[in-house]
């Protein structure tokens, strides 16, 4: 099998209802712009994969991935997984980018096996129990609102994305704990808005509502500082989300005690080959690999590995609530059936309509 094509698209989508993040991150905005891969082979497979730039993506490929491509074995994964490590020395690629095209690959792979990709990666199970994953929002009430909605759409798990104050964050995180009851599994993301004081005390008033994991805290660029977060919590502190080196960095946040579950993906961790060997790696320490939130490679992904927990689902209206990909009544999302990931696009459609490509 040889790669005989590769073709790229950058796309705009508008964002009917914009939402925000912690105070200091910008939030949607009205418009969602993506990048498609699409891989062609002598065989008549072809591999796609998805990101979030598109004027980038349709850059890098032009510029140096395309040529790269053209005429390899798209089954020698590894080898091609290592050609971009080494491109991303001098290029510094944007951290999506270290994984695009293997997950594209990944999807040549389990297509020609006629399989799902979970089957083919690891084949824990079929399906995985969700998490609902929230945006921002104004006030308490709100956020308790949208608990309640998620929890009677068969949601047993949510995970905020709160206000970026340690204090207000404090007391909002033990206002749902009290509204829940202590049967739902809560999280808290603070999207490394805190410095150590602020993250240690913030991680006590969860550690006392019995949240089942605290994510991301503070900057990930200092390993020292998570380390001393973690020998001075009991709640599980969950890291290295988006620290780049994938599974090399990794290993770095392991065995300095600088976490005690690590966050995995296709993303932002070398896609499909560099996610399983953070699994793996995590798996041999006892450790959990959570799965960050994404399409369908991370959800094949989250069904592959069995030292995950949930996947997360974004939350992002009130009126009704809406998540972002199919949950079913009691609470779980499955990939695709078909072989390989399951994307599917309407390839002249693209051509027409696509703002920028090669």
């Known amino acids: 099998m040889i790669i005989t094509d590769v073709k790229c698209y950058g796309l705009k989508q508008p964002i009917e209802k914009p939402f925000r993040w912690r105070n200091g991150l910008p939030g949607s905005g009205t418009e969602r712009e993506v990048g498609v891969i699409r891989i062609m082979t002598d065989e008549g497979i072809d591999g796609i994969a998805v990101t979030q730039r598109g004027r980038m993506t349709v850059d890098y490929f032009e510029r140096r991935l395309k040529a790269l491509l053209i005429g390899q074995d798209p089954l020698l994964k590894e080898k091609l997984w290592r050609d971009i490590w080494e491109i991303d020395r001098i290029e510094e690629l944007q951290i999506m980018y270290m994984g695009m095209i293997d997950v594209a690959l990944w999807d040549i792979t389990a297509k020609k096996a006629n399989m799902p990709l979970y089957q083919l990666i690891g084949g824990n199970s079929d399906k995985v129990r969700a998490y609902a994953s929230t945006v921002t929002y104004d006030t308490t009430e709100q956020f308790l609102h949208v608990a309640d909605a998620c929890l009677d759409r068969g949601i047993r798990a949510i995970k905020l994305h709160a206000w ?16 829940v009851g202590d049967d739902i599994t809560l999280m808290y993301d603070g999207s490394a808005g805190f410095d150590l004081r602020d993250a240690t005390y913030l991680g006590k008033a969860l550690q006392e509502a019995n949240y089942y994991w605290y994510e991301e805290p503070m900057r990930e660029f200092n390993i020292w500082n998570y380390k001393k977060l973690c020998d001075e919590l009991d709640i599980p502190v969950l ?86 990909q199919p949950v079913d009544a009691e609470g779980f999302i499955a990939p695709p059936s078909v072989p390989g990931i399951g994307y599917a696009f309407d390839w002249e459609m693209l051509e027409r309509t696509a703002y920028c490509k090669c």
Request: hydrophobic letters at 45%; proline letters at 2%; one cysteine or more.
């Open 164 to 179: 970026g104050d340690a204090r207000l964050d404090a007391k909002l995180c033990q206002d749902l704990r009290r509204h």
């Open 239 to 324: 890291a290295a989300e988006t620290s780049d080196g994938c599974h090399y960095n990794a290993a770095d946040f392991i065995v300095q005690g600088a976490c005690d579950m690590i966050r995995t993906g296709t993303f932002l961790k070398g896609g499909i080959t560099g996610a399983l060997r953070i699994a793996h790696l995590a798996d041999g320490f006892g450790m959990k690999a959570e799965i960050h939130a994404g399409d369908w490679a991370n959800v094949h992904l989250a069904c592959a590995i069995p030292n995950n927990t949930f996947f997360e689902v974004l939350v992002s209206d009130l009126d009704p609530v809406s998540f972002w």
